[in-house]
Each structure stands twice: as C-alpha cells, then as structure tokens.
C-alpha cells in the first residue's frame, strides 16, 4: 500500500508539472511577458519593498539582494497621517478585541456575523460625523463599490469629477445612471453636465468627487459645489479617504473644513489611512440609505465582517481624534515646513497645502531613478508614473505625518534637494 500511494504521489507530481508546462507556454505567456518588458523598458514597473517593522516614520526595509540585511528609512510616503498605526493604544485596543471577539466571525453580517462592537463603531463613526447611521465595510474600496448600483438606476444621472479615485470609476461602472463627468474641480464644468443631466430628464442627480484628490493633494471646493448641488437639487456624495481624521479643524474631514457638514449628504471613507492604519472602509448618511445598502450593497452582504482586532484599533483612534491626542498642530507644521522648503529650492508642488506633497518631475524613468537615490540616502519615497498618473505627470509623492519629527522633516527635505540640483530638476545653489 505504501508503495502504491507514493507511486500515485509521485504520478500526481509530474502530471501538476506537465500542466503548468503547458499552462505556462501557451500564448497568454507571451502576451504577458511582452506587456511586463513594455513596462520596464518604459520605467513604470513597480516593485514592492519589504518593511520588517511596523509602519512608524523611520521603519526598516530589507535589502532586495540580501534578506538578511536592513537599512532604517525615514518613511515619507505612507497614508498614515496622524501616525497612530503603531500608537500604544491602537495596538492595545486591538489586542483587547482579539481577546475578547476572536480574530474574526467567518461569515458576513446578516448571517452571523454582527458583534456588538461592529455596532458600536458604527455609532462611534455616525457620533463623529453627526450623521444618523454608518455601515462598515472590508475597505473603502468596497464602500464605493457597493453604493452606486444600490441608488442609482437607468433614470438616474451621476455627475463625477474626471480625477476621482480609481474605487469611484469602478463603482460608477457598476450602475445604470447615465454619466457625467466634469473637469477636476471646476464648479462652471459641473454646472454644465447638470444641466445636460436636467435636460435628459433625471429621475436623481448625484455629485461624485474626493475630498482630497490622493495623487495631487488638491481639496475639492466642497463649500461652491454644495451651492450647486442645491441650486439643481442634486445629492452630494464625497469619498474622504485622504482628509479623515486630521483635515478641518477638528479632523472630521473636507466638509468640516469648509464649514458644510450638514450640506453632504453621503461620506465615505477608510479605516486604514489616518484612522489606525489597518483596514475597513464605511459609509455614512441617513438611516434610511444606511438601511437599503445594509439590505442590498452586495460587498457588504458577500463579505465577512471586520475582523475584531481591526474594529479595535479604529475605535481606539477615532478616540484620539475626538480627544485632541492625535497631534495635528505638528502634523500641519511639519506640511508647512516640508512644502516650504521644496517651494523655495525650486521644485514644482503641487497640492493645496496638503500633508500630500506631490513633487513634480515629469518624467517616469527620472522619478524611479530619483526614488532609488532618496533610498540611499535613508529616505523612503516611491516613484508614481501613468498609469497611476497621466502620462508626462511622474512624481513623487511625499506624504507627511504627524509622527516624523522636525528633523526628519528637514532631513528628507535636504535629501530632496541635493538630489534635485544634482540631476538638474532645480538650480544649483550658486544660481539660487
């Protein structure tokens, strides 16, 4: 018998082998290896870094030659804007659930997987907004792309700023509206495509756009769009992913920035930038829409609930924000340092004072080689090239947080600079 089940082991082996053979030669290979040497001969292949510490503003990252071996970076590049990924008591709220929930439910929440502490944050989120009801999801990602199809039919218009996030895109596709999309945060644009909507007879109107544009640091002007929104009856939906939590004066965000809380009338946003870093996403608005997508929003009613550890850690630092422990004086303070000093070299910014600093190089090859060359320096940026930006567009994106210190704030700054007179992007310093 032994003999026999080894024979047959071995069988099964090389018949896996003859399949991936076959797998592997057959036309799709070629097409995908010819795409994959496209992008590197165009300077836009992307390879992951491996960080072996967690996420704080100087983390270690391994060697790509030798796994052994690490260097210390100072992180500029991270969505972790309030530096709470790694904050004692994030980390100790998620191990409380962990203890006391498990580490997840293995279902989705109309079945059996609604604990009370995926009702509370909700309360906690709906609390926060001063809205009357919140529905968690696995990511933002999810959040935008359950909602549409659930509020929007053939009858329907939706009115999308031509710049907003890669979720909103894939989310709109998934519905029936007709589409708009107007001009990045050009209200007169906006205007325009509602009145062609009006003219097609919409049954609704919706606004879709960011709150803040991820590849740009631009603020949407939430305060003239809510005039025109009113003006045309429209309801304005805002993903706010890269405002929660720190942007407005007490971090609820871009309507709070511009004083417009109660003009919005849907936020969605994430759990895994500002607000602790792990994962999740969630809407928030009335009851009565909470209570249609938790019905019929199908990644949430297909997807298992938040795990209890990641609930934790977001309870915990929507609990920072509310209490005024979250530090954005500095983390204000070290965007206005950073933007400062690139502006005043030379460099092109662009942004809205945004602790998303897109420096501005143009071309895919030089932000890839002038990223490696920051690393070597000891500071973690990433080069961003089409498609995830417009062709002619690369950058590198610098992201500021409230964890990094002055020095390494003007440390990366430096760095910046020495780099950039060197290649020629900015004057040398006796042209200055």
Not at 215 to 232: Q, T, V
Not at 257 to 277: E, M
Not at 349 to 364: F, K
Request: net charge neutral.
């Amino acid at each position: 018998m032994f003999h026999v089940n080894r024979s047959l082991r071995t069988l099964s082996r090389i018949s896996l082998a003859n399949t991936a053979t076959r797998r592997y030669s057959s036309r799709i290979h070629e097409i995908v290896a010819n795409e994959l040497q496209a992008t590197r001969d165009a300077g836009t292949f992307k390879s992951e870094r491996v960080i072996t510490t967690p996420q704080r503003s100087t983390i270690r990252v391994q060697d790509p030659n030798n796994q052994s071996a690490t260097t210390p970076q100072i992180n500029m590049c991270a969505n972790n804007y309030l530096g709470l990924s790694d904050h004692p008591a994030v980390v100790a709220r998620a191990k409380e659930y962990l203890d006391t929930h498990g580490a997840g439910l293995s279902s989705v929440r109309f079945i059996c997987g609604t604990q009370d502490i995926h009702k509370k944050l909700e309360k906690q989120i709906s609390d926060f907004y001063g809205t009357e009801d919140t529905i968690l999801y696995a990511s933002c990602f999810d959040a935008n792309g359950g909602i549409f199809e659930v509020l929007l039919n053939e009858q329907d218009a939706i009115i999308s700023d031509a710049l907003n996030h890669a979720s909103i895109i894939d989310g709109v596709r998934l519905c029936k509206a007709k589409r708009f999309r107007y001009q990045n945060c050009d209200v007169e644009d906006l205007e325009k495509q509602l009145q062609a909507a009006d003219s097609q007879g919409a049954r609704l109107k919706m606004i879709a756009t960011d709150g803040v544009f991820s590849m740009d640091g631009k603020i949407a002007p939430l305060d003239k769009i809510c005039d025109i929104a009113e003006k045309y009856d429209a309801v304005l939906f805002v993903d706010d992913c890269h405002a929660t939590g720190f942007l407005g004066k007490t971090g609820r965000g871009t309507p709070e920035y511009f004083g417009v809380q109660d003009r919005v009338h849907i936020v969605n946003s994430t759990l895994g930038k500002a607000l602790g870093g792990a994962a999740g996403g969630y809407t928030t608005s009335t009851a009565d829409i909470i209570s249609l997508l938790r019905n019929r929003s199908r990644p949430y009613l297909f997807s298992n609930s938040l795990p209890s550890p990641v609930v934790g850690a977001a309870s915990a630092a929507i609990q920072l924000v509310d209490e005024g422990k979250a530090g954005l004086d500095h983390l204000w303070a070290n965007t206005h340092l950073f933007r400062g000093k690139l502006k005043a070299a030379g460099f092109t910014v662009n942004g809205d004072n945004h602790p998303i600093t897109p420096v501005m190089l143009g071309d895919a090859r030089l932000a890839a080689e002038f990223a490696d060359e920051m690393l070597q320096k000891g500071i973690y940026v990433v080069g961003f090239s089409y498609p995830v930006v417009p062709k002619g567009q690369a950058r590198i994106r610098v992201q500021l947080s409230a964890a990094h210190t002055t020095e390494e704030v003007e440390k990366a700054a430096d760095a910046f600079i020495e780099i950039g007179r060197r290649r020629g992007v900015i004057p040398s310093a006796n042209k200055l």
